[in-house]
């Protein structure tokens, strides 16, 4: 699990450190009541279902090309 750190707003993005690198994150990704100095956890996972429908979605255009 990463953590990451609200610093500042900054127009409609969050300016927010990740493991000592600073990033520019989409306001509207964060959580609503998402203040400065909040630490917020972000954890990444990988939806089967949707890579597999999107491979399928891909050799499908692959066949009709060739």
Sequence with gaps: ???MIIDRFENE???CE???EI???K???LP???KEGDVIRVSFEIDQAETAKRKENV???LS???
Aim: no cysteine.
């Design 32 to 34: 609503p009541v998402a």
């Design 13 to 15: 993005y969050a300016v």
């Design 27 to 29: 306001k509207s990704l």
């Design 64 to 66: 009709d090309l060739f």
């Design 18 to 20: 990740i493991e000592g």
């Design 59 to 61: 050799a499908e255009k």
């Design 1 to 3: 699990m990463i953590i």
């Design 23 to 25: 990033i520019n994150i």
